[in-house]
């Protein structure tokens, strides 16, 4: 029996608990956990199990639905989270924005292209993917967040 504490920001633990608990069940069931949401979430479970909804846990927290955090559970899918910490406030909007772009734009070419889902939340990045997928979305997010044009990644991700 392993236990994990993760903590998730205090506006994120409606979505895990969800209506009537269904979230919350719903990811224990699929995990084959048990979570006890407090200040912190607690897991407990056998230790890869735990593992696995920590992960969950934490995608949920960074801005994922239950439903998209637990393709996590896939066996090839991982939670990638890039952290703009340590930036002004300006700038991280300003990065954010690049990231999102025009109604969602960007976002939205980034996960057709790769197969990747993406969530922008606080200071951070979160990708979740399988192996290539999340590689990729990664490789385009830094190369937005680094000052390469929209054009320049958008033509890098068709081509591959």
Do not use: C
Request: proline share 2%; net charge positive; aromatic share 2%.
């Amino acid at each position: 029996m392993a236990l994990e504490i993760v903590r998730i920001p205090e506006e994120r633990k409606p979505v895990l608990i969800g209506i009537k608990g269904r979230a919350k069940s719903l990811v224990e069931r699929r995990a084959g956990v048990k979570l006890r949401i407090k200040e912190d979430v607690e897991i407990s479970g056998e230790p890869e199990k735990v593992l696995v909804a920590k992960d969950i846990v934490k995608a949920i927290g960074r801005g994922f639905s239950p439903k998209d955090a637990l393709e996590l559970l896939k066996e090839e899918h991982q939670l990638i989270v890039i952290s703009l910490t340590g930036e002004k406030e300006n700038t991280i909007k300003r990065l954010m924005g690049r990231v999102i772009g025009r109604k969602g734009t960007t976002r939205h070419i980034i996960e057709r292209e790769t197969g990747a889902i993406i969530a922008v939340k606080g200071k951070t990045v979160a990708i979740i993917g399988d192996g290539e997928s999340s590689w990729k979305a990664k490789e385009a997010v830094e190369e937005l967040l680094s000052g390469r044009t929209h054009g320049y990644v958008y033509r890098r991700l068709i081509k591959e």
